[in-house]
């Protein structure tokens, strides 16, 4: 990591204090203490690892600066996008069940989901507050213009989130489908963080739309690089244990995939329940059937999308090449 | 009903609907039904019992028309009002395990807590969409310092919300913990609709203050109210079974007083379960203990409050007077 990285991460976690810490009075500081456990920084096992990567607040500040803009100002923006993604985790993690996030216990499963549910609101409205806090360093039309593109990806979350839940229940799901769930999902916040980094920055149209395609073509290599680690990957370098999306029938790419063939894969599918003694052999069926190289072949894809939206984009200096760097890092992750 | 005031809560339901359409695509139709139902649109009972009184964006336009303002340009944040208000219950619901909501089923009830989690986050975001809308008719600045009002309240309503849900299990909560609670859940939404309404009426600063006044105090007033009404109400009112409340263990006001009385309510509430068949004898015995008295002389103070604000802003023309007749009709309901 790079000074300049290391002066974002810290500045930015400096300022998601700064705005958790509006509930600081005698009578909420027990709810306070449920923002700052889910941010990582208290509580058993707080710290690096806890915390989460910070990648949105970074591409946004990498983003501003790569355009010549004064990053430390829009610091309250990489806090706002920061906050909406732990918002979204929140409720996420209450949507899903999940017992884990992080390596620790979720935030409803220490203090229960209808506290869980107001701490998810409490993050997007701290969200909101700190993109009104812009106010103090920006023109007020930048500042209308980058909280329209936030909101404009709160309601794209909701859309993802609605279509991943709706999965669930139907046997009919096709890869159009993933699209347009995983471009809500994980991919509008991405490009929405890079957007608002060259809005901000005083990009021209034409850059802002670079920036914001780079973002999402991130998104979805990124997320399709998950799908497959979540099939095919080390639990060394994912943290999950390898092949858990099988057993949890997750409808990720590879799967919707091989349903499509309607070959072997799809029959075991229908018919037969997936178990930790049975996921290994699942895998490699799912595999012979191409679905790990049509998977491959569309993460490889969306990665040239994205390497080639962030030439356009033509990012500058020293802020240019971290982004350049971040990028590769992001993509090559299980290289 | 005045024409105005038709005329308002008419173009305030188009505004509402062209928001929630923003939803329209084909893959997120039924997700876009689950907002419309809560909104009261749609699905078995919809119609004007469902939709809720919208006093919220009432008040706001009432407020900016009060001013001098051109309230149909404002109507954007009448609907980011009443936006914010269903997504505070659709999450309530859940929170509170509610099954009914204006006499209909809960969202939750409906389509179950997940998807009741997402509807709320959506409704959250539209909110915030039509504020960034205001600024195709107003300054960036005026939008912004709206913008960042509702974003106050949200945080406040999450504070309220909190202190709810604490009170639940703490055994100590004491009159002063009621108004803070209650300052969160209910004054501050009431209170930001009046200001935003100010601020959108280019109102000056003690002006504005005094409609933030007034919609606080309206709000205090009208939740103590609705405390006396939930322990001594009469259903045909309400709407609710009688003595519900106390059936609930609801913390409210009354009951908070009758506690610190340490009497024959006091023993009661530590002993007894509260059931049907002795629920109207303790509401008898909070009402010796003089809890009614208390409760009914706050509310009365609220009321003159309210009432000396609205007369400090000095609201103008028709919508002065139809705000005017708002307030008494809402503070007088129960005489």
């Given at each position: 990591m790079t000074d300049l990285t290391s002066n974002m991460l810290a500045?930015?976690?400096i300022e998601l204090k700064r705005q958790i810490s509006r509930l600081d009075e005698a009578n909420t500081e027990p709810f306070k203490e449920m923002l700052s456990y889910h941010m990582g920084w208290t509580g058993e096992g707080a710290g690096r690892e806890a915390t989460g990567k910070r990648i949105r607040p970074l591409l946004l500040l990498l983003t501003i600066?790569?355009?010549?803009g004064d990053w430390m100002k829009a610091v309250p923006a990489a806090a706002a996008v920061e906050l909406i993604h732990n918002f979204s985790l929140v409720h996420d993690d209450i949507q899903d069940n999940s017992l884990k996030r992080r390596g620790r216990p979720t935030v409803w499963v220490n203090w229960g989901a209808?506290?869980?549910?107001?701490?998810?609101?409490?993050?997007?409205?701290l969200s909101n507050l700190s993109m009104m806090d812009l106010a103090n360093s920006f023109p007020s039309e930048q500042v209308i213009s980058a909280s329209t593109a936030l909101q404009r990806t709160c309601l794209d979350l909701t859309r993802g989130q609605y279509l991943d839940m709706s999965f669930e229940n139907r046997e009919d799901v096709k890869v159009d489908d993933?699209?347009?769930?995983?471009?809500?999902?994980?991919a509008s916040l991405l490009s929405s963080s890079c957007l608002i980094g060259a809005i901000l920055g005083n990009a021209d149209n034409p850059t802002q739309e670079a920036y914001r395609s780079f973002g999402h073509f991130l998104g979805l290599a990124f997320q399709i690089q998950d799908d497959i680690l979540g099939i095919w990957g080390d639990e060394n370098v994912t943290g999950k244990s390898t092949a858990s999306d099988l057993i949890e029938r997750k409808k990720s790419l590879p799967v919707l995939v091989g349903l499509s063939?309607?070959?072997k894969f799809a029959e075991i599918w229908k018919n037969e329940q997936i178990t930790i003694a049975n996921v290994e052999e699942i895998a490699r069926i799912l595999a012979q059937e191409s679905s790990y190289a049509y998977a491959h072949d569309a993460a490889k894809q969306m990665t040239d999308l994205a390497i080639n939206s962030l030439r356009e984009a033509d990012p500058q200096g020293e802020a240019g090449d971290s982004l350049m760097e971040l990028t590769d890092k992001l993509l090559r992750r299980d290289a």
């Open positions: 500045e930015s976690e600066a790569s355009c010549g209808p506290l869980a549910i107001n701490v998810g609101d409490a993050l997007f409205a993933y699209w347009a769930m995983v471009t809500g999902k994980t063939k309607k070959g």
